[in-house]
């Protein structure tokens, strides 16, 4: 078992920033790759960005890319999403998810893909 808890959501203005970050116990962080995702109100969970277990290798969402950035410390058993240039439609209840990967180099981008998850944190940016 893997227990994730995300920090670090809150309320910021459109074009501020806020860094998440997701901390894990239990089982040995670097055996899972990582992801976030979010859910909006009256909309599906999508994919925000990945990791891989050995934090080579990342990927983003098109709506975010060249905005936030997915980082690990595996020594923290953390994983983190810089936030920045935020706009209204990044208001979402933001969600850490744990891969158990066999690869270390790894990255899923589908929910059904994802093992365990945290309870999530909320995120709203006001116009």
């Known amino acids: 078992q893997v227990q994730l808890v995300e920090s670090g959501g809150g309320l910021v203005q459109a074009g501020g920033s806020l860094r998440l970050s997701c901390a894990a116990s239990?089982?040995?962080?670097?055996?899972?790759?990582m992801g976030w995702f979010r859910q909006a109100p009256g909309k599906e969970r999508e994919f925000v960005a990945a990791i891989s277990r050995n934090g080579m290798f990342t990927y983003y969402t098109d709506s975010v890319k060249g905005r936030f950035t997915i980082s690990r410390d595996n020594a923290k058993n953390t994983v983190y999403l810089q936030m920045s240039s935020l706009k209204p439609g990044d208001t979402a209840v933001y969600y850490c998810?744990?891969?158990?990967?066999?690869?270390?180099?790894?990255?899923?981008?589908?929910?059904?893909?994802?093992?365990?998850w945290g309870q999530g944190t909320q995120v709203t940016v006001s116009s």
């Open positions: 239990g089982r040995p962080f670097s055996l899972y790759a």
């Open positions: 998810a744990a891969d158990f990967a066999i690869s270390v180099v790894s990255i899923q981008t589908r929910d059904l893909d994802y093992d365990y």
